[in-house]
């Protein structure tokens, strides 16, 4: 078996050491050392893990966001900006659709609801991308969220952006 | 660090003022803080995106609740308390295999490896891959400790002290996370260990 000095400290136990960047340093360049405690335990490489860097900017953008949070109490900035548009996206949706959607029968043929759908206003672009836009009427619009035999509608009381 | 002492006063003065509302002393503990914090949670839940999440609820928790530190323990453990719950809390709302990830297509040639190819099995990102993949068959607390001890490089008596067990329970739970990553390097990556090192029925020797 190959060895060098930092491996023994190294399988003795990586967090004892003052020198654990160091000896976590030598074992990423030491194919040999690597083998070695890949051999006697191959699940102890994942202390390579702590070499990994984080990605430029993260930090950045944590510290910005916490000291826009703090320094304006009540706001808290938008944690993923992506995945909370769609969560947000998807709640006006829903409620929509709660609110303002009737069913066409199965050939097509549309049921008049009983009363005038409450209708909400939804301004993102990208969540009518995955939508087919089937008519319109005056200011409101109409989109398709059907789902295999069952036919949904929503209905929009603007002019949506598509 | 060129004089920890110093450091460790300066660190205590932050506190104490941001304790006291200054925004900016607390600022500056969380650039002081904030690597780790992210690194932790990141090796938990397997995604940069949400390591940020779960780091930004951390800090502005640890804004909120300031107060309540008791400046006679240490700041690190309760830190990183908070955000090991927060990590844990996050992984637990997507279920038990919520990061389990399909293999790499090139995984297939690591696979008919049967000498060691340190350099390309233990590439840092595959490394990291193959910690995403196996470490989601971990319980939560079992992913939480290999991650604090193994990686992160904290003692186990800290270790306790922040996931709130014994000493016992940490080695318990180490010794756990070793051997299901363990097993699922030998399964997934064959080429990684040594003949010599298997026995023959099927573990390695220690």
Redesign the interface.
Known sequence: MHEHPELRLLLAD???SPR?EELLRHL?GC?AC??DV???????????????A??EG??D???D???T???EPGT??A??SF?MRWASIAASLLLAGAFSTYLLDRDGKQTEPASAPVAFVVQERKAEQAFTLISSRETAEWIDLSVGGERVVMIFDEELDL | MDNPGQDLKDEAELIRAATDGN?SA??EL??LK??RV??IA??VTSD??D???V???V??RL?KNLDRYDPGRRFDTWLYRVTANAAIDLLRSRGPKGHLQPLSEDHGELKDESA?D??SV?S?AE??KA?QRLAAGLAPKQRMV?VL????????AEVARIMNVAESTVRNHLLQ??RV??AG??RD?PG???D??RREDGS?E?
Request: charged letters at 30%.
């Open positions: 990586y967090t004892a654990r990423q194919a690597r083998a890949a051999a006697e335990d191959p699940s102890r490489l994942f202390a390579l893990l702590a070499l990994e984080v990605p993260l930090l953008r944590l510290s966001n916490v000291a949070a703090i320094a808290v900035p944690r993923r995945r | 925004r607390f600022n969380v650039r904030r690597e992210v690194r990141f090796q940069w995106d390591a940020l999440d780091a930004q609820g800090f502005l804004w060691v340190a350099e233990l840092s490394l990291q910690f290999f001890k193994e990686i992160e490089g904290v003692e186990t996370a070793r990553l363990r390097l030998e990556y990684l260990v040594p010599s090192a390695e220690n």
